[in-house]
C-alpha cells in the first residue's frame, strides 16, 4: 500500500527456475537439494506463489492500475551435435522443464515438468493464464547437451568450442536473444527485457556484446513483437548468486573495498549508442 502511488510495474519473482535448478537439483544454492520431484514440486509452488501476489496487487486500492509480471530467464537450449538425435533428445526435456513448463502454464494454466526416468509432475494452476500484464526476459546465453548414454549426467551442460567466452563460462550469443522473445512472445502480453549484460571483468568484451544484441534487438521492434523497455545488467558490479563479488557485470566498476565507483569505457560506449540510435 506504502509504494501503491509511486511503483506502477511490479515483478513478483525473479527467475524461477534459476532458484529451483540450483537449490533443488544441482544443489549448488541452499539448501542445497538434489532432489528432482521435490525440484518440480518448487517450481510449481513458485508460479501458484506469483498468482497470488498478483492477485492480492490487484486487490488493493489503485492496484488494477499496477502492472504486474513475472521475470523468466530464457537460458536457449540446444543439441551438442547438429545431427545426434538423442542430443536434441536431452535437450528437448531440459528445456521442458527449465523453459517451457513455466510457459506452459501461462499459456493453459497447465503445469507439465517431466523428464523422463527421472520425475513427472502435472499439476493445474488455475488462473495462471490470466495473471500476466507483461513478461520480463532476462537473456544470456545459450546452453549445449550431449547425450553420454546415461540420462541424468547427461544433463550436465557444456559450451560450444569456438565461441567468444564471458568470465562465467557463458558463449556471446546474439542470436538467442531472438529466440527468446519469439518464445515468450508466444503468451500474447508486452516484454520488458530485464536482464542481458555479459561477465567482462576487463571490459574488452561489453561494447561488441551490447552492438550485437541491440542490433537484433532493433530488428526485433520492427516486427510483431511488443518490447516495452531494455534493462542492461548491470549499471553497477553485484553480488551474482553463488559466484558472489567476482564476476563484473558494470557498466560502472566497483571497488569493494573503498565503494568507489568508476564508469568503465563500456559505460560511454553505451551512452553513445543510445544517444545515437534514438
Known sequence: NALQSKVKQWCTI????VYMLDAYLTGLFPPGKKHPVLAAQVLE??????VRVYRRIKSLPGGQDSKVGLVKNMMQMDGYAQYDLMDHVIKFFADNSY????LRAFKTDEFDFHMPTIVTHKAKIHGASKTLDFIGLNYYSHYAFEFNGDVETS???KPFPGEVMTDMDYGVYPEGIYRAIKRVSQLGVPIIITENGIADKADTKRPDF?????????????GKSRILGYCHWSLLDNFEWKEGFDPRFGLVEVDYETFERKP????????NYIKKNK
Open 155 to 157: 544433463l550436465d551442460v
Open 14 to 17: 525473479n527467475e524461477p527456475a
Open 99 to 102: 523453459n517451457e513448463s513455466i
Open 264 to 271: 568503465r569505457d563500456s559505460f560511454y560506449y553505451y551512452k
Open 45 to 50: 509452488n513458485l508460479m501458484r506463489a506469483h
Open 210 to 222: 551490447i552492438a550485437s544484441h541491440l542490433k537484433v534487438l532493433s530488428n526485433i521492434r520492427r
